[in-house]
């Protein structure tokens, strides 16, 4: 047997005294054999067992922990919402507004000019502003209208407001709502206008104190008490004509589109109430001014049957009071 040492490793070549015994043993014809050198393979898996394992660095663009990110973001996050801050309250960064609400429905005025209006008339548009407008002229010597004075009875037909105010229909559309009604003091004489009163319809004229606020003329006249007394067979309550002697009356819709800019129905038809006292005593004129009127025939012949002037058959009725006198 040779007493050859063997390799320490398999990645390690024989020692001088390894090749000294081997030399030795081959020249006395016992040797074993030369030592086998390790072979590359050999030497690279021994080296990479030999080696102590390093931690894996993060590649290149491996995102870190969500925790390590937010601790190192913290401090120019901070930074960053006092600049924002600091441009917010410099007015340098615009703040996006909502957009004003849209205007209910049925609240929108017409235009400043005569259009026509939805269900029949046209509007004053183009008289907006105008004070002492009426699209039909006072009669001569007439100067204003004024409601009939308690000390001196009226006589001949008369036209009062029986009532006033906004309405909104079932599709949101709305108009201010005028109630008709007339009486024939002094006379048991009929009185029949006819359903489109003298074919030119009503009239009405809303001014506030810097003017007309709105206007129409043509407006067409619903006769609820002429359906009531066609229900009820009355004479005269069918055909061209309306009997209206016995407080008989009519409505009329003042639509939105007869309104003037910058104006809606709803506060024009609260302005046309005057106002009151606890006690429902009135105590003053009401701020806007409404003045209807109407012409027709029938009411110019009760008039001359009379002994009246005709008057050319106009008939106006105010929202004034009218005043007491001592």
């Not at 009411?299 to 058959?313: K, M």
């Amino acid at each position: 047997m040779s007493s050859l040492p063997p390799a320490q490793g398999p990645d390690e070549s024989p020692s001088d005294e390894q090749w000294e015994a081997f030399l030795r043993d081959a020249m006395e014809g016992g040797g074993a054999g030369a030592p086998k050198e390790a072979s590359a393979r050999d030497r690279l898996a021994a080296a990479r067992v030999r080696r102590p394992r390093r931690p894996r660095r993060p590649r290149s663009g491996t995102a870190r922990s969500a925790t390590a990110w937010l601790a190192a973001a913290a401090p120019w996050t901070a930074v960053a919402a006092v600049v924002v801050f600091g441009a917010f309250q410099m007015g340098l960064i615009p703040v996006p507004r909502s957009s004003p609400p849209a205007p209910a429905a049925g609240s929108a005025s017409g235009p400043a000019e005569a259009v026509s209006l939805p269900g029949g008339g046209t509007s004053d548009g183009d008289q907006c502003g105008t004070k002492g407008y009426h699209h039909f002229p006072f009669p001569a010597g007439a100067t204003d209208v004024e409601p009939p004075s308690p000390a001196s009875p009226a006589s001949g037909p008369q036209l009062s407001l029986s009532h006033y105010g906004y309405a909104a229909g079932p599709d949101g559309e709305g108009g201010i709502v005028i109630g008709l009604r007339f009486t024939t003091p002094g006379t048991k004489k009929p009185l029949r206008v006819s359903r489109t009163l003298g074919g030119e319809g009503a009239a009405v004229e809303i001014e506030g104190p810097d003017g007309l606020v709105a206007g129409a003329h043509g407006l067409p006249v619903s006769w609820p008490s002429a359906a009531r007394a066609s229900a009820s067979g009355a004479s005269g309550a069918s055909g061209a004509s309306v009997d209206v002697s016995d407080g008989g009356g009519g409505e009329i819709v003042v639509p939105a589109e007869a309104l003037c800019p910058g104006h809606d129905g709803d506060s024009v038809a609260r302005s046309l109430v005057p106002p009151a006292d606890s006690t429902g005593t009135v105590t003053g004129p009401p701020p806007y001014r409404l003045v209807v009127s109407l012409r027709d025939p029938a009411v110019g012949t009760l008039r001359t049957t009379l002994g009246l002037p005709a008057g050319g058959g106009l008939l106006s009725a105010v929202n004034l009071v009218p005043a007491a006198r001592s």
